[in-house]
């Protein structure tokens, strides 16, 4: 039953892109703490998602599934919030996004740079798909930021983190398995987390409070 007085759309939106500022720092905490107690793992050499392969890898895969999860709960509040076809375009590719964390879990990369300690380096069809979501992932997550960047505040950070987002991954995908590959690779993910959380406040503070009575002396 509705209560009096209370917009509960608002609410509702209001919670969906409180999701989007948890991600980051979710999937980021909970990886490194898994990287701090994996043998062999090193920030410098490995991507996160290498964490996917060995002893343990199922919590990495509820990382990435759970962190999905939060993306598309947000991508949800984007297309609700922010009216118009590049809201719903933004929305839309943030979806994307998060299908592609979840899809990335199903299939774990191939062993890299000596990573888990002891498995032969080989080439499998799960390891090319894991290549794949990535790839579709980040572009579609700098592709949102470059779109939404003409409908919330401070659009010249949102195009600067969309474009260090696709540069960074294409840029780290081309050195890998380098060290300044792994190092653009964390910037792309650091940054595209960074534009979330900031996007979904901006996008949250347009949302008109769901009391009514304060959204009138607002």
């Known amino acids: 039953m509705a209560r009096e007085g209370f917009d509960t759309g608002a ?27 994996r043998t062999g793992f090193d920030l410098t050499r490995h991507p996160l998602s290498a964490l996917l392969l060995g002893d343990h890898g199922l919590l990495q895969a509820l990382n990435l599934v759970l962190t999905g999860i939060m993306v598309g709960a947000a991508a949800l509040g984007f297309v609700r919030a922010v009216a118009g076809r590049r809201g719903t375009a933004g929305g839309v590719l943030l979806g994307v996004y998060a299908l592609c964390l979840v899809l990335s879990a199903v299939f774990p990369p191939d062993p890299t740079n000596g990573f888990p300690p002891g498995a032969a380096a080989q080439a499998t069809s799960s390891g090319l798909l894991h290549l794949v979501f990535g790839a579709i992932g980040f572009l579609t997550l700098g592709a949102a930021a ?43 993910v650091v940054v595209g987390w960074v534009w979330l959380a900031v996007a979904s406040v901006r996008a949250y503070r347009i949302v008109p409070h769901p009391e009514l009575h304060r959204r009138a002396s607002a």
């Not at 979710?26 to 701090?36: E, H, N, P, R, T």
């Not at 950070?157 to 190092?183: D, K």
Request: net charge positive; charged share 5%; proline share 4%.
């Open 11 to 37: 609410a509702v939106t209001r919670s969906l892109l409180g999701w989007g500022v948890v991600a980051g720092p979710f999937y980021l905490v909970f990886g490194l703490i898994l990287a701090s107690t």
């Open 146 to 188: 470059l779109i939404l960047a003409g409908e919330l505040p401070g659009a010249v950070f949102s195009r600067a983190a969309g474009v260090v987002v696709i540069v960074g991954f294409l840029g780290g995908a081309a050195l890998s398995p380098g060290g300044a590959g792994i190092a653009l690779l964390w910037v792309a």
